[in-house]
């Protein structure tokens, strides 16, 4: 059984920063694809940036590219999102989510297998 566990969700203000953290408990981390995705009161999950099991490739959406950064620990089993000069914009809860042994981007929910709590983050003006 896989079990995702985030972290790192804070309120903060706008141009500030934050690294949100996902532990996955289970099977080999490193096979894993691991996403962030964000959800906004009334909006559609969207994604934000995902990682392939070993780091050789990452994909962003538009909106996020250039300010945050995924990143991935498989001797912790953990993976991050380093976000910098964040926006009110960015205000969202905040989901991790693992799928196995798949190649290439997935940038849609349900190409993901296990999902995480969520964290919150929030961005004041």
């Known amino acids: 059984q896989v079990h995702l566990v985030e972290s790192g969700g804070d309120l903060v203000q706008a141009g500030g920063s934050l690294r949100l953290s996902c532990t996955l408990f289970?099977?080999?981390?490193?096979?894993?694809?691991m996403g962030w995705f964000r959800q906004a009161p009334g909006k559609e999950r969207e994604f934000v940036a995902g990682?392939?099991?070993?780091?050789?490739?990452?994909d962003y959406s538009a909106s996020v590219k250039g300010r945050f950064a995924i990143s991935r620990d498989n001797d912790k089993a953990v993976a991050y999102l380093q976000m910098n000069s964040l926006k009110p914009e960015d205000t969202a809860v905040y989901y991790c989510?693992?799928?196995?042994?798949?190649?290439?981007?997935?940038?849609?929910?349900?190409?993901?297998?296990?999902w995480g709590q969520g964290t919150q983050v929030t961005v004041s003006s």
């Open positions: 989510a693992a799928v196995y042994l798949k190649s290439g981007p997935r940038t849609r929910p349900h190409e993901y297998d296990y």
């Open positions: 990682i392939s099991g070993r780091g050789g490739w990452t």
């Open positions: 289970g099977r080999s981390f490193s096979s894993y694809t």
